[in-house]
């Protein structure tokens, strides 16, 4: 369905950003990295963005995805 499509690009897009920033998906090692990527730039499509409010927002549109709210339920 087109819903959980939504949520799989957003968690993959935000899967990737964080590996990008991070250079690790576990959630440990992220944690304990943020203070020193605070001012992290990330950039895509020519423009940039903070790496953790993109992130954020990519990781919650996954969610809400995968959920089916907030417009996206059938």
Do not use: W
Request: aromatic residues 16%.
């Amino acid at each position: 369905m087109v819903i959980n499509r939504i949520g799989d690009v957003g968690l993959a897009l935000a899967m990737f950003v964080c590996f990008d920033t991070f250079k690790s998906l576990d959630f440990s090692v992220m944690f304990a990295m943020v203070p020193y990527v605070v001012d992290n730039e990330f950039f895509m499509l020519g423009y940039s963005f903070n790496s953790l409010t993109f992130i954020s927002i990519l990781l919650f549109v996954g969610a809400v995805g995968k959920s089916a709210q907030l417009g996206l339920h059938g």
